[in-house]
């Protein structure tokens, strides 16, 4: 396996936000404009340009994730090589048994690492 310099990273920020306590109001998305600071700080740490910011927020892993899809066929299509994810225990990138099984299936899908930022 080669390794790649941090200028030949693409990387995809993923964000997620179960449940937004604020929906609705003007507060709406903070938690996702949060862990997107986060993210862009570990980014812009490792020198990781961002290439796809993909968005679920409202989303409860039981129910369908557009982000998740799409960042699913980013992996496939050799678009992007490392994902970054805001996570607690476990990652929140990949929660449900489903999600992990169509992520294993993925090609690309060992070259490209998942870097999770925690707080």
Known sequence: MTLL????RRAAI????SDDPHKGTSREGEGIARQGEDCDDHAEYNR???V???V????SAMRRRPGFEKLLKLIAAGEINVVIAWSSVPPRVRWRHRNLEEHQRCPHRRSTPTSCVSV
């Open 52 to 54: 796809h910011r993909l």
């Open 48 to 50: 990781w340009p961002v």
């Open 5 to 8: 310099s941090s200028q030949d």
């Open 56 to 59: 679920d927020n409202d989303k």
């Open 14 to 17: 993923c964000l997620r936000l």
